[in-house]
């Protein structure tokens, strides 16, 4: 496994998370995106697809798993959303649920890349 194609594939999944995050809640923070679900659709849900693309080939070329890409992808969006929400739409993350899923989510990300 190459590490530094990992934290690539970490990193593309993270921007390409956060860019779905602003597309479904954008609406919530600012009133301009109201009624406006195909810009919204363009401006951010494009650009994050490509996002996924490359971070997906990235983490299966690097581990020739299709499974690890899927489960970075997965894990990635527990560490974007929780923050997210918590900064932008003032909904608490420290809740025992949402940490255990927080913490699941790392675990699950942990069993795929570490065990053989």
């Known amino acids: 496994m190459q590490t530094s194609e990992i934290i690539k594939s970490c990193t593309l999944f ?6 779905v995050w ?4 954008s609406h919530y923070i600012w009133d301009w995106w109201k ?14 697809s490509i996002l996924f693309w490359y971070g997906t080939r990235i983490a299966v070329d690097a581990t020739n798993e299709a499974w690890v890409s899927r489960m970075l992808g997965f894990g990635m969006s527990y560490f974007t959303f ?3 929400t918590w900064w932008l739409l003032n909904e608490s993350m ?3 649920k949402t940490m255990l899923c927080v913490f699941l989510s790392f675990v699950i990300v942990g069993i795929q890349l570490f065990w053989r």
Not at 14 to 19: E, K, L
Not at 22 to 25: H, I, K
Not at 35 to 48: E, H, N, Q, R, Y
């Open 35 to 48: 009624d406006k679900p195909f810009v919204s659709a363009l401006v951010f849900g494009v650009p994050a």
């Open 22 to 25: 602003f597309q479904l809640y």
């Open 94 to 96: 420290f809740t025992a």
């Open 14 to 19: 993270a921007i390409a998370q956060t860019a």
């Open 82 to 84: 929780p923050l997210l």
